[in-house]
């Protein structure tokens, strides 16, 4: 069975205070795997598509990486904007259009 | 990006009624379209599967009759929870998936705003 797991649950940073996000993923033919941001109340917000392993994709103070087993979400010098839930999302071969999300990492930036 | 306008984003109802919340895609064609339910600092889970024209698939221990879906055109979906209950409270998301293939970006779904549900 596709599964997705993220770690850790609640990050807390100073603002600066780089850190990694983690989503360990296992899932049968890997089709994409996706990050979005998530804001209180608010939908999905598309961040990043991986699709095979050693891949690697930026935008602004992020950068989502990929092995086989697991992704990772960077945060350089992080800002109070940047407070946020981040999710991580399978879509495996066997399953088609759905997606597995994870749980998520709540990320709160202190200034 | 592609546009997925979700309706309405908030709505309290007393237990018993039935409410709709619609799912439009605004510039682009949408055969499949998928609504989620998201409980307070939880993962999205996968209701159903929303299909142009024929009848919705249902994930595992969804009551369809509770959860009406009905797609009747390329760009609508809509989810109708019949005679709401208090342990319907949750947070409603659709997405939709893009027909065309210089819209089938890495984005691969667009996601809605969501749709908070209180039954009082």
């Known amino acids: 069975e596709d599964q997705v797991t993220q770690s850790p649950e609640a990050l807390r940073l100073q603002e600066g205070e780089s850190s990694s996000l983690n989503c360990s993923y296992t899932?049968?033919?890997?089709?994409?795997l996706f990050w979005y941001r998530q804001d209180p109340g608010k939908g999905p917000e598309f961040l990043f598509t991986?699709?095979?392993a050693g891949e690697e994709k930026e935008k602004e103070r992020l950068k989502a990486t990929l092995t086989k087993k697991e992704s990772f979400l960077h945060i350089t010098a992080p800002k109070p904007e940047d407070s946020a839930t981040y999710l991580c999302?399978?879509?495996?071969?066997?399953?088609?259009?759905?997606?597995?999300f994870g749980t998520g990492t709540s990320l709160t930036v202190i200034p | 990006g592609a546009v997925v306008s979700q309706h309405p984003s908030r709505v309290i109802c007393k237990s018993g009624t039935s409410v709709k919340i619609e799912c439009r895609s605004l510039?682009?064609?949408?055969?499949?379209m998928f609504w989620y339910r998201q409980f307070p600092k939880q993962s999205l889970m996968l209701m159903a599967t929303s299909n142009e024209g024929s009848k919705a698939t249902y994930e595992q221990g969804v009551e369809k009759d509770k959860f009406l879906i009905n797609h009747a055109s390329l760009t609508l979906s809509t989810l109708t929870v019949t005679s709401a209950h208090p342990e319907d409270s949750s947070f409603y998301i659709c997405?939709?998936?893009?027909?065309?293939?210089?819209?089938?970006?890495?984005?691969?779904?667009?996601f809605g705003s969501g749709t908070q549900l209180s039954v009082l």
């Open positions: 899932v049968s033919g890997l089709r994409g």
């Open positions: 999302a399978v879509q495996g071969a066997r399953t088609g259009n759905q997606f597995y």
């Open positions: 997405s939709a998936r893009a027909d065309r293939a210089d819209l089938a970006t890495n984005e691969k779904l667009f």
């Open positions: 510039d682009f064609q949408a055969t499949t």
């Open positions: 991986l699709y095979s």
